[in-house]
């Protein structure tokens, strides 16, 4: 088994503000994903990153930025935070990219803008 | 292109009732099919998975069987429990972009089942 943590819990920013939030796997997956989460409009992604050194744009990328720093981690940033803006971001991470593999999920961070 | 609709937002059930979440797609070819769950406070997580017409998925009491005459993949639990209480998200994966794990996800179905 394994287990996907994710940095901070709450996450609570200024309109404008550049934030990071971070997420670890203990898998040895190979791929991760950054999703967020809105209420009633199910998950989007955002970036993913199919091996260690790849890095690729889903469908929500604008405003966003992200690194895969190592295989076990890969950050999201905010680059200017909306305001008024409230989701949750999942990680998520599946052993690779083809096959339809199982993805696991992180408990989320949870954002809000004031 | 490819799109998934779940029908219902919120179900409301008793304990034992019989569960049915509509989820239909939009999507060429033979996609696959999952369901997750998502528990209070935690990520989603895996239920199951169809991959052909007919195809039935199941998992902790859960299934659905793959239509693609209906382009359907409805949800089914015979008897409820409080513990069942999550949102079910449908997805689907597409084979027409190389049978990768790049889902689309459905807007999510809230279950309470009142004890």
């Known amino acids: 088994g394994g287990i996907i943590t994710q940095t901070p819990k709450f996450l609570i920013g200024q309109e404008g503000q550049k934030l990071t939030l971070k997420c670890q796997q203990n898998?040895?997956?190979?791929?991760m994903y950054w999703y967020r989460q809105d209420s009633g409009k199910g998950l989007r992604l955002i970036y993913y990153?199919?091996?260690?050194?790849?890095?690729q744009k889903g469908d929500l990328s604008e405003g966003y930025d992200a690194s895969r720093e190592k295989k076990s981690s890969f950050s999201l940033t905010v680059t200017s935070a909306q305001k008024n803006e409230m989701a949750v971001f999942l990680c998520?991470?599946?052993?690779?990219?083809?096959?339809?593999?199982?993805?696991?999920f992180g408990p989320g961070t949870r954002l809000t803008v004031l | 292109g490819d799109s998934v609709t779940q029908t219902e937002g919120q179900v409301a059930l008793s304990e034992e009732d019989f569960l049915t979440i509509h989820c239909n797609y939009s999507?060429?070819?033979?996609?696959?099919l999952f369901w997750y769950v998502q528990y209070p406070g935690e990520g989603p997580q895996f239920l199951f998975r169809?991959?052909?017409?007919?195809e039935k998925g199941s998992s902790r009491g859960f299934e659905a069987t793959y239509n693609k005459e209906t382009t359907s993949f409805h949800l089914q639990k015979a008897s409820v429990q409080e513990s069942d209480s999550a949102v079910y998200y449908c997805?689907?994966?597409?084979?027409?972009?190389?049978?990768?794990?790049?889902?689309?996800f459905g807007q999510g179905t809230v279950l309470s089942v009142i004890p």
């Open positions: 998520a991470s599946s052993i690779n990219w083809g096959g339809y593999a199982e993805q696991f």
């Open positions: 898998f040895n997956h190979d791929t």
């Open positions: 990153s199919i091996t260690e050194n790849d890095l």
């Open positions: 999507a060429s070819g033979y996609p696959a």
């Open positions: 169809a991959s052909r017409d007919k």
């Open positions: 997805a689907l994966g597409d084979p027409a972009t190389g049978g990768n794990n790049k889902l689309t």
